[in-house]
């Protein structure tokens, strides 16, 4: 019986053993980095995918302006019964010679008529406005595209860049928690020989509990910064993703502002752009009601084959053929003033958008100085906290030889380690702070990178 059950024992091991291994087999593991990161947001964004059927919906519309400069051909076919058959009235003396009658029928029962027509635009501004019209609406439509990439560009490096403060926090603190154990450690065999008080050994005891909720929260704060990045990038959460970069990664970045033309700012500003092609619309939109004014001439070609008959005997019908080509000149005269008070609204969007748009630019130079401000600042920050680290760790040594030698005390230690943590998390902070402000002003810059 003891044997029975101990080999079911091993089975029911080896078999959990196994469907651990394949759960683990099924977990896919990515190694991300920003640009990876970026990459997956361009290639899933649902907005980009939409805009850019968009784009080949604008391409057909463009041509389907473009083949109305095209000739146009049409066919058409009638049969006709003459129930009542048309009639001529004549003259008396015509009257007098066929026994009083005064009118005479005019042709069969039947009647057959197949047309062939084409036209062939020569001079119509409309139409060649309106190409250029769609043109730009296309060209709007790309910097549309071009916007929701920035979009999601600045969306993703604000939740990669918070994932690596997080991670930097964490480590920073896991640090600070290792140094408190390893104090407590020593402090407790020193309680237990006799050697320092127990006043130290509580002191060294909080000082451990007391970081341990910073820890959990800085753990938490990963969680939730991770679960924030998946999101963005819509990546399942059977995904390990293992990040091996770090904010010190992007130190390389302290030198932006060196090659920043501020000139080209504005140009390149996605918002702006978007408002010029919108006034540039309006304006052609100004010019196509402008040219309803003006008249147009179109070729036109006809050929028509015919024929009348009493009966359907169509074998023996008689057919004639009749072709005609000219010229259809049509001046627009009179409208009512419809066109005038169209173009008269148009005149006043144009207006409205160009105020818009000079309060926007006047918005976005602020928002550059701000972000450029912001940059200065941090580079400032960085450079003074890395001396705090330095000075923060010097003093957390000596505080650790002082206490080991009997020269210094618990709450000397402590401090110095607290100071010690703060220096780090702060200059990871600052690093944070630089990267976002770079982050805002490359958006406004209409960077896609």
Known sequence: MNNRFFKL?????????????????????????????????HDNNPTIKIAEIEIKRQ???????????????????????????????????????????????????????????????????TLWQNIQNKQN?????????????????????????????GKSSLKVIEQSFDNAKETLKNVENSYKQGVVS??????????????????????????LATMQLRMILSLPSDIDLTIKE????????????????????????????????NIRGLQNQLKIINTQHLPSLTAVGSYLYQTQSEDFKIADYTWIGSASIGLALNVPIFSGMTKVNQAKQVKMAIKGLQMQ??????????????????????????????DAIKQAQRG????????????????????????LTQANLVYQQSLYNFLSAQANLEKVMGSEK
């Open 9 to 41: 024992l091993i089975l029911g091991l080896f078999l959990c053993s196994i469907e651990s291994f394949a759960q683990e087999s099924k977990t896919l593991k990515l190694d991300l980095d920003l640009a990876t990161a970026l990459k997956i947001a």
């Open 59 to 125: 391409d057909y519309a463009k041509k389907e302006a473009i083949g109305s400069l095209l000739p146009s051909l049409n066919a058409a076919g009638q049969y006709t019964d003459n129930v009542m058959k048309q009639v001529m009235f004549m003259p008396e003396s015509f009257a007098t010679l066929m026994g009083g009658q005064k009118y005479m029928e005019m042709g069969y029962k039947n009647s057959f008529l197949a047309n062939v027509s084409v036209q062939l635009p020569l001079v119509n501004f």
């Open 137 to 165: 609406d296309m060209e709007m439509i790309i910097e549309k595209v071009r916007a929701s990439k920035i979009e999601m560009t600045k969306q993703v490096k604000d939740a990669y860049y918070a994932l690596l403060l």
């Open 198 to 223: 127990e006043y130290d050994y509580i002191r060294a005891q909080v000082n451990v509990n007391s970081i341990n909720p910073s820890l959990i929260n800085a753990k938490n704060g990963v969680d």
């Open 246 to 277: 770090s904010l010190e990664s992007f130190t390389d970045n302290l030198s932006f502002l060196n090659t920043l033309d501020k000139r080209s700012i504005m140009s390149d500003n996605s918002d702006l752009r978007v408002l010029d092609y």
């Open 357 to 386: 748009r000079d309060y926007a630019k006047q918005g976005i130079s602020l928002s550059v100085e701000s972000a450029i401000n912001s940059i200065n600042a941090a580079k400032e920050q960085l450079t003074v906290n890395k």
């Open 396 to 419: 957390y040594e000596i505080a650790k030889v002082r206490y080991q030698v009997g020269s210094g005390t618990i709450l000397e230690l402590n401090s110095s380690e607290l100071s």
